[in-house]
């Protein structure tokens, strides 16, 4: 009964509230403290009206007052109550009630308040557990008649096949997809999970959460789950789901039989008797309805190209580089084949070295890429891992008599590719544990002698250069994507013969040009041809301090389709800045979703915005609506890359026009729709470099031009960011490694064509590669 009404008789409750209740000081409320068995009492003095939020939910906010410690410096508290409960309290609290609540959350508030309130409020929801009893004297309510009233009804969950676009629902669900939780390009957590139920419909739901412990404790294929207000949306004819304020999560393994028992980390939550019939009856269902995996591949039963999931314990770690980094694991078997030791210093590698070099012939290192990276640093060692979609690799080195085997965990979260850290309690840990504990590890050696052992060549001592070259001598350096049906075609018969035509070579990369690979970035216009150079960060930071002396209109804030915010800075210059927040269904979106403009900002704040929302665009005033700045300035930032317009080729248009995208069902801000939409011919970053390429019957120059499809790096990106840039440098070292002679360099294969570049009165014939990327293992 999440909101009672207590009968007041002679100043005393007829239904006493419940014995393990203790009243709670509001001078002894803090933020992070454990509240649970304790409760809040005070007058309701002020009460607001009742309202949704954005995503629907009601909201109530009243004010009590401490009628036990009037005199005190904080005698009041603001109250806000979410869902069913603030909606039955909006009906029946009056002025003057004493108003009691439990199960409560305290949250501190950002500034401190000098009215005399709280500095935290309490949060009050039935999903929370709370509970909230009103104190009524006879004749005031209804309520007089009875001693205890619930005004709250059951939770109503919906079935997959009723629900409807823009509604906020509770739902069981049957996991038949999930990517483990990831960093989205925010700072949110996000986690993304394909449901199903017996009505045979299937709802993918992206769930988004600042703590990673908020989202769903999903650990496999066949898990159960129940949302409570998740908001349904429908995109290209299917409905998705999406967290809405106050969602939560139960999960429940979904094998028939096992104890029904909801993983999550709240500390209070609701769940009936009569949901448990539901969960069981889901088990049976999915039990012929799902093709749920067999028990986890185990290290003994690996096989070279496989992808797998494995469940082990974490025994070490250490940071590779900027985008990898190492996990050791075990699970008490032994890999079949012998396994790569990543190269690392000694003193980067965390954990137990005595345990380390007892499990040299049973733990394996798994080499973490990209966006994973980040989730794996702070994982502690001795934790129980279930890691998603590790991919074997077979290679050898020429050092090496035989082949051994690579484990990567590639970046990206395709085929729910991920890391998830199992609790102790989980069954297959528990499982794992005993096992583990009756392995026979090798005999332990003393930690002196230990240190005294030549540790590098535990780890390796070969530099990460010369292990790479090593591997991709045994290696076809690049992948032809088309024309297979095309034979090798010798470069002196190329060279004799007319363009235009197409031809295969096999050949060597003797040099190429620039040297500095940055400079091989250009911004490409495909409406003129045109080439130039990509503007540098002073270019840009002089077009902004130019725009800073326009004042921002205020006729053109907080229009129907952008909220705008002002304020003045702190330094000497006392700038003004003005930033308009695009809105989707007049409501403000999620940083991550969300596009804004900016007036007055200073380079510096504009790449921080960037970096929390979707895009940025600068733009300043005039009269009668906002307009971009000069194209030699990006008309958009998106994360790291910056977007420019062709000066020749473009027709900008004034800002208004970006309201039809923000009218879209999922605005995507794509950069080619915004481009189009403000009339901007969108430039294209490329790479251009000359390459000579030789083989036994000549020399040839060909031109690269290529955006991403040759490198398998964005040229967009290249420019900042570290990783790419030394990616970048390493395929070069291996595609013409410096001081090797020419009959060591290693052959390439690729597709060039020839063309006919009139040059005064005279044809020029140039040579260019195409669809040719490199090897995924070179990169």
Same mark, same amino acid.
């Given at each position: 009964?999440?909101?009672?009404?207590?009968?007041?008789?002679?100043?005393?409750?007829?239904?006493?509230?419940?014995?393990?209740?203790?009243?709670?000081?509001?001078?002894?409320?803090?933020?992070?403290?454990?509240?649970?068995?304790?409760?809040?009492?005070?007058?309701?003095?002020?009460?607001?009206?009742?309202?949704?939020?954005?995503?629907?939910?009601?909201?109530?906010?009243?004010?009590?007052?401490?009628?036990?410690?009037?005199?005190?410096?904080?005698?009041?508290?603001?109250?806000?109550?979410?869902?069913?409960?603030?909606?039955?309290?909006?009906?029946?609290?009056?002025?003057?009630?004493?108003?009691?609540?439990?199960?409560?959350?305290?949250?501190?508030?950002?500034?401190?308040?000098?009215?005399?309130?709280?500095?935290?409020?309490?949060?009050?929801?039935?999903?929370?557990?709370?509970?909230?009893?009103?104190?009524?004297?006879?004749?005031?309510?209804?309520?007089?008649?009875?001693?205890?009233?619930?005004?709250?009804?059951?939770?109503?969950?919906?079935?997959?096949?009723?629900?409807?676009?823009?509604?906020?629902?509770?739902?069981?669900?049957?996991?038949?997809?999930?990517?483990?939780?990831?960093?989205?390009?925010?700072?949110?957590?996000?986690?993304?999970?394909?449901?199903?139920?017996?009505?045979?419909?299937?709802?993918?739901?992206?769930?988004?959460?600042?703590?990673?412990?908020?989202?769903?404790?999903?650990?496999?294929?066949?898990?159960?789950?129940?949302?409570? &207000?998740?908001?349904?949306?429908?995109?290209?004819?299917?409905?998705?789901?999406?967290?809405?304020?106050?969602?939560?999560?139960?999960?429940?393994?979904?094998?028939?039989?096992?104890?029904?028992?909801?993983?999550?980390?709240?500390?209070?939550?609701?769940?009936?008797?009569?949901?448990?019939?539901?969960?069981?009856?889901? &088990?049976?269902?999915?039990?012929?309805?799902?093709?749920?995996?067999?028990?986890?591949?185990?290290?003994?039963?690996?096989?070279?190209?496989?992808?797998?999931?494995?469940?082990?314990?974490?025994?070490?770690?250490?940071?590779?580089?900027?985008?990898?980094?190492?996990?050791?694991?075990?699970?008490?078997?032994?890999?079949?084949?012998?396994?790569?030791?990543?190269?690392?210093?000694?003193?980067?590698?965390?954990?137990?070295?005595?345990?380390?070099?007892?499990?040299?012939?049973?733990?394996?290192?798994?080499?973490?890429?990209?966006?994973?990276?980040?989730?794996?640093?702070?994982?502690?060692?001795?934790?129980?891992?279930?890691?998603?979609?590790?991919?074997?690799?077979?290679?050898?080195?020429?050092?090496?008599?035989?082949?051994?085997?690579?484990?990567?965990?590639?970046?990206?979260?395709?085929?729910?590719?991920?890391?998830?850290?199992?609790?102790?309690?989980?069954?297959?840990?528990?499982?794992?544990?005993?096992?583990?504990?009756?392995?026979?590890?090798?005999?332990?050696?003393?930690?002196?002698?230990?240190?005294?052992?030549?540790?590098?060549?535990?780890?390796?001592?070969?530099?990460?250069?010369?292990?790479?070259?090593?591997?991709?001598?045994?290696?076809?350096?690049?992948?032809?994507?088309?024309?297979?049906?095309?034979?090798?075609?010798?470069?002196?018969?190329?060279?004799?013969?007319?363009? *235009?035509?197409?031809?295969?070579?096999?050949?060597?990369? &003797?040099?190429?040009?620039?040297?500095?690979?940055?400079?091989?970035?250009?911004?490409?216009?495909?409406?003129?041809?045109?080439?130039?150079?990509?503007?540098?960060?002073?270019?840009?930071?002089?077009?902004?301090?130019?725009?800073?002396?326009?004042?921002?209109?205020?006729?053109?804030?907080?229009?129907?389709?952008?909220?705008?915010?002002?304020?003045?800075?702190?330094? /000497?210059?006392?700038?003004?800045?003005?930033?308009?927040?695009?809105?989707?269904?007049?409501?403000?979106?999620?940083?991550?979703?969300?596009?804004?403009?900016?007036?007055?900002?200073?380079?510096?704040?504009?790449?921080?915005?960037?970096?929390?929302?979707?895009?940025?665009?600068?733009? &300043?005033?005039?009269?009668?609506?906002?307009?971009?700045?000069?194209?030699?300035?990006?008309?958009?930032?998106?994360?790291?890359?910056?977007?420019?317009?062709?000066?020749?080729?473009?027709?900008?248009? *004034?800002?208004?026009?970006?309201?039809?995208?923000?009218?879209?069902?999922?605005?995507?801000?794509?950069?080619?729709?915004?481009?189009?939409?403000?009339?901007?011919?969108?430039?294209?970053?490329?790479?251009?470099?000359?390459?000579?390429?030789?083989?036994?019957?000549?020399?040839?120059?060909?031109?690269?031009?290529?955006?991403?499809?040759?490198? /398998?790096?964005?040229?967009?990106?290249?420019?900042?960011?570290?990783?790419?840039?030394?990616?970048?440098?390493?395929?070069?070292?291996?595609?013409?490694?410096?001081?090797?002679?020419?009959?060591?360099?290693?052959?390439?294969?690729?597709?060039?064509?020839?063309?006919?570049?009139?040059?005064?009165?005279?044809?020029?014939?140039?040579? /260019?590669?195409?669809?040719?990327?490199?090897?995924?293992?070179?990169?």
């Amino acid at each position: 009964m999440p909101v009672q009404l207590l009968k007041i008789v002679k100043g005393q409750s007829e239904t006493p509230l419940p014995s393990h209740l203790q009243k709670e000081d509001l001078q002894h409320l803090q933020e992070g403290c454990d509240h649970t068995n304790k409760y809040i009492q005070g007058i309701v003095t002020l009460s607001y009206p009742l309202t949704k939020l954005g995503d629907g939910t009601d909201f109530f906010k009243i004010v009590l007052q401490d009628s036990d410690n009037l005199s005190s410096t904080i005698s009041s508290i603001n109250v806000l109550i979410y869902g069913k409960m603030a909606e039955d309290c909006a009906r029946i609290i009056h002025h003057g009630e004493t108003f009691i609540v439990a199960g409560f959350k305290v949250i501190k508030l950002p500034t401190v308040r000098e009215d005399g309130r709280h500095g935290c409020h309490l949060e009050v929801s039935e999903e929370a557990g709370s509970t909230i009893y009103i104190c009524t004297k006879p004749g005031t309510t209804a309520a007089s008649e009875t001693a205890s009233v619930s005004v709250a009804p059951k939770y109503v969950y919906t079935p997959l096949n009723h629900l409807k676009d823009g509604t906020i629902v509770n739902l069981y669900g049957v996991v038949k997809f999930f990517k483990p939780p990831y960093i989205s390009k925010g700072t949110d957590y996000c986690s993304v999970v394909t449901l199903v139920d017996p009505s045979n419909v299937k709802l993918t739901c992206s769930l988004f959460s600042g703590n990673l412990d908020s989202l769903p404790k999903i650990y496999k294929v066949g898990d159960i789950v129940r949302f409570h &207000r998740i908001k349904i949306r429908e995109y290209n004819g299917q409905m998705q789901g999406i967290t809405s304020g106050g969602f939560a999560s139960l999960t429940f393994d979904g094998t028939v039989g096992a104890p029904v028992v909801p993983r999550t980390s709240s500390k209070v939550y609701t769940f009936m008797e009569e949901e448990q019939k539901t969960i069981e009856e889901l &088990r049976v269902w999915a039990a012929s309805n799902i093709s749920i995996s067999g028990p986890a591949t185990k290290l003994s039963g690996v096989q070279p190209m496989l992808f797998f999931d494995l469940t082990c314990q974490l025994v070490g770690k250490a940071k590779v580089d900027g985008s990898s980094f190492l996990l050791k694991v075990w699970d008490g078997t032994k890999c079949p084949y012998p396994t790569w030791k990543v190269p690392v210093e000694a003193k980067d590698l965390e954990g137990d070295r005595v345990l380390l070099h007892q499990l040299r012939d049973l733990a394996v290192d798994i080499l973490v890429y990209d966006n994973h990276v980040q989730l794996a640093e702070p994982l502690k060692i001795g934790s129980f891992l279930r890691i998603y979609s590790i991919h074997t690799k077979q290679a050898s080195a020429d050092n090496e008599d035989v082949s051994h085997v690579e484990f990567h965990l590639h970046g990206g979260t395709c085929y729910g590719r991920g890391i998830g850290v199992l609790p102790e309690s989980n069954p297959d840990v528990k499982e794992l544990k005993a096992f583990l504990e009756s392995v026979h590890l090798a005999d332990s050696q003393n930690l002196e002698s230990m240190c005294s052992m030549d540790v590098d060549s535990t780890f390796g001592n070969v530099s990460d250069l010369e292990l790479h070259l090593q591997r991709c001598q045994q290696l076809s350096v690049t992948v032809l994507t088309d024309h297979q049906d095309l034979s090798n075609t010798e470069l002196k018969t190329i060279i004799n013969s007319p363009a *235009p035509q197409q031809y295969r070579i096999r050949a060597k990369l &003797r040099t190429y040009k620039p040297q500095k690979l940055h400079q091989s970035v250009k911004l490409h216009c495909s409406k003129c041809n045109s080439l130039q150079e990509v503007p540098d960060r002073d270019d840009f930071d002089f077009i902004l301090r130019g725009s800073a002396g326009t004042a921002s209109n205020p006729e053109l804030h907080n229009t129907s389709w952008y909220e705008s915010v002002t304020w003045t800075t702190q330094d /000497q210059k006392q700038r003004e800045i003005t930033i308009h927040f695009v809105k989707h269904d007049e409501m403000l979106q999620h940083p991550e979703d969300t596009l804004l403009m900016i007036e007055g900002g200073t380079l510096k704040e504009i790449w921080k915005l960037s970096k929390r929302f979707k895009c940025v665009i600068p733009v &300043r005033s005039t009269e009668d609506d906002l307009e971009l700045l000069d194209l030699s300035a990006p008309f958009l930032l998106q994360g790291n890359v910056k977007y420019y317009g062709c000066k020749q080729c473009s027709t900008p248009k *004034p800002m208004k026009n970006l309201s039809s995208l923000a009218a879209e069902q999922q605005p995507s801000w794509e950069p080619t729709e915004i481009a189009q939409v403000l009339g901007i011919e969108l430039l294209q970053y490329v790479f251009i470099m000359k390459f000579t390429l030789v083989d036994e019957t000549g020399t040839l120059n060909a031109y690269l031009f290529d955006h991403e499809k040759f490198f /398998q790096i964005p040229a967009s990106e290249i420019l900042t960011n570290d990783f790419l840039q030394q990616k970048m440098q390493m395929t070069m070292n291996t595609l013409c490694p410096p001081g090797i002679k020419s009959g060591d360099l290693p052959w390439l294969e690729c597709f060039i064509k020839s063309y006919n570049v009139r040059d005064g009165m005279k044809n020029q014939v140039y040579y /260019q590669i195409f669809d040719t990327t490199i090897a995924e293992d070179v990169v």
